[in-house]
């Protein structure tokens, strides 16, 4: 409904649970854009959206009489602006639009500059969640993938979130070590999330939109993909190792073979028998079928 009003940039990606949000663009693409892994912005050339133009389309929203009760801060690193020209965003949707929340997707490297108090400021007008894809929390799955952050980096951006009370929904890809690094990949995965506690977390699957061989062309060392019984494994193998104190869980994107949703660690017994179960069944008919045409 907000699309008459809005100059989208093509293509526009937004988290699921943010279906109803608001979505203003404020950058276009990613700034960093060189995951070996994510095509999302490879169309894209990095740039800001012109102040001037971000709000006159505010303006064309609040003119337009729409109740919006939710905003959502795009593209792929949204935080990468700086903290004077992102509260200037902020305040400007909160005189206009009034919304009850405001998100947007971040990257570890947005952080970096900005201090906590700085993060405080936004969070009280407005901020209240970042989505980070963070990936793995192990330097060699990281490095490979050419993600241009380690653990430390992403363990220092999650903490600094959490002094400033802006929550977080971090973003784990399964499969991402190949057979060559999945046990190190889920360990260490778990690790950065029990130091940090995110409020929400997410394991999403690996996927090739380019084909799996354009993928390990682009990798810094070899790569075997795994088989959906691996991939199992893994799951199974990073919840176990989690110990997370209240945070929602979810596995249910449209990349992923199993869905899992709940607490952990509530319900982690409960998710690593289901896993436990998807393993030894041999019709796997737990798994969701399109999964199982990849058998
Ligand atoms: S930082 Fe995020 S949006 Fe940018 S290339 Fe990497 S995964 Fe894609």
Not at 50 to 78: H, R, T, W
Not at 125 to 139: F, H, K, P, T
Not at 163 to 173: C, D, P, Y
Not at 226 to 254: P, Y
């Amino acid at each position: 409904m907000f699309f008459n009003y809005l100059n989208y940039s093509e293509p526009l990606f937004r988290p699921p649970s943010e279906a109803n949000s608001l979505i203003l663009q404020i950058t276009h693409g990613c700034s960093w854009n060189k995951c070996i892994f994510c095509e999302m912005y490879k169309s894209k050339k990095f740039s800001v959206k012109p102040e001037e133009e971000l709000f006159a389309e505010i303006d064309a929203i609040f003119n337009s009489q729409y109740k919006v009760k939710k905003v959502f801060l795009a593209d792929g690193d949204a935080m990468v602006l700086s903290y004077g020209r992102f509260i200037n965003i902020l305040k400007k949707i909160n005189t206009n639009l009034k919304p009850v929340r405001i998100t947007a997707y971040a990257s570890a490297g947005n952080l970096r500059d900005k201090t906590i108090e700085e993060l405080i400021d936004l969070r009280e007008n407005g901020l209240q969640m970042v989505y980070m894809g963070i990936e793995s929390g192990d330097n060699e799955v990281l490095n490979n993938v050419n993600k241009g952050e380690t653990y430390e980096s992403t363990a220092d951006a999650l903490h600094k979130l959490k002094k400033a009370g802006i929550k977080v929904s971090v973003m784990i890809l399964t499969g991402l070590g190949g057979k060559e690094f999945w046990e190190q990949h889920a360990i260490n995965s778990a690790k950065i999330v029990n130091e940090t506690q995110p409020e929400f977390l997410s394991t999403l699957v690996l996927s090739y939109p380019f084909g799996e061989k354009h993928f390990i062309k682009g990798l810094n060392s070899k790569f075997t993909p795994l088989n959906v019984v691996e991939l199992l494994l893994e799951l199974k193998l990073f919840i176990q190792n989690t110990n997370l104190e209240q945070t929602v869980f979810r596995s249910d994107h449209a990349s992923n073979y199993m869905v899992l949703k709940g607490f952990l660690g509530r319900d982690k017994e409960i998710f690593l028998k289901q896993i436990e179960n998807a393993i030894s069944d041999e019709t796997k008919s737990g798994l969701r079928p399109e999964w199982l045409r990849g058998l």
